[in-house]
């Protein structure tokens, strides 16, 4: 069964990771946003394309990440985001940043980038072939 992506469940969690609360996010989103409406936002399954260009930008998170995140993937993410030390259990809990989501983001695209670019290459190599053997 496929995952169905929720972007406002995205929208929610990249929100949290930062820090942020509904109400800061409604705050930077102009007058005619609310908590009440970011927590409404945050329900949807699919969110207009131009309110996720806004959220980006006041996030400073691509776009793609609330469009393209599956459950399975943001977890995986967030619970990687935080390790801690064996000594937090004597009560000395530090938080260590092993990966930054927006670095494994860039890291995702720029290996779609790298197989569309072989993809591409394979292709032209092809149609060269058969261009080879019509001329003949």
Same mark, same amino acid.
């Not at 496929?2 to 007058?31: P, S, T, W, Y």
């Not at 930008?57 to 064996?86: G, H, R």
């Given at each position: 069964?496929? =995952?169905? #992506?929720? =972007?406002?469940?995205?929208?929610? %969690? ?9 109400? *800061?996010?409604?705050? &930077? ?5 609310? =908590? ?10 699919? #969110? ?8 980006? &930008? ?15 993937? *943001?977890?995986? #993410? ?5 390790? #801690? ?7 000395? *809990? ?23 670019? %072989? ?8 149609? =060269? %072939? ?7």
């Amino acid at each position: 069964m496929e =995952q169905k #992506i929720h =972007q406002g469940r995205n929208v929610k %969690r990249f929100r949290e990771m930062l820090g942020i609360k509904q109400e *800061a996010l409604a705050f &930077d989103l102009g007058n005619d946003w609310n =908590q009440k409406k970011i927590s409404l936002l945050e329900q949807k399954d699919v #969110i207009e394309e131009d309110i996720l260009n806004q959220i980006s &930008d006041k996030l400073k998170i691509p776009v793609e990440a609330f469009q393209n995140f599956d459950e399975d993937q *943001a977890v995986n #993410i967030i619970s990687n985001t935080f390790n #801690i030390e064996k000594d937090a259990y004597i009560g000395n *809990a530090k938080p260590i940043f092993n990966i930054n989501p927006l670095e494994e983001l860039k890291k995702l695209h720029e290996e779609k980038i790298a197989l569309f670019e %072989r993809m591409l290459k394979e292709k032209d190599e092809m149609m =060269q %072939r058969l261009e080879k053997l019509i001329n003949k």
